[in-house]
């Protein structure tokens, strides 16, 4: 089980970039029911939370990012988004998505870079 992570790129502070995680078929069954989070790594360190949906719909931000990065999922496509507005040169880093709390093996990510 390995989720995709696209649509990073290099965008300049207060810009704005829309992340897309596609789940693979073979969860496709719990993928519905699973909370899903989105996750940053910066080089040396560890993955910190970024943003959670629920099954329910109900989502969680970090405070770094509350008001700024929003996350929706689609269950009928497998697909977590996370839309990030008014990016600052701190959110770069890369970005993965997986269960929230216990997690699946990780996927790609995909790098975003917010230049000052």
């Known amino acids: 089980v390995q989720l995709q992570a696209s649509g990073g790129g290099f965008v300049q502070a207060g810009g704005s970039l829309r992340l897309s995680c596609r789940a693979p078929r073979a969860i496709l069954s719990v993928f519905s029911s699973a909370d899903m989070a989105w996750y940053r790594q910066t080089p040396g360190s560890e993955r910190d939370f970024v943003a959670s949906?629920?099954?329910?719909?109900?989502?969680n931000a970090a405070d770094s990012v509350k008001g700024r990065f929003t996350i929706s999922r689609d269950n009928s496509r497998r697909m977590i988004y996370l839309q990030m507005n008014s990016l600052k040169p701190e959110d770069t880093g890369v970005y993965y998505c997986n269960r929230l709390g216990t997690t699946w093996p990780w996927g790609q990510g995909t790098q975003v870079t917010v230049s000052s």
């Open positions: 949906i629920t099954s329910g719909r109900t989502t």
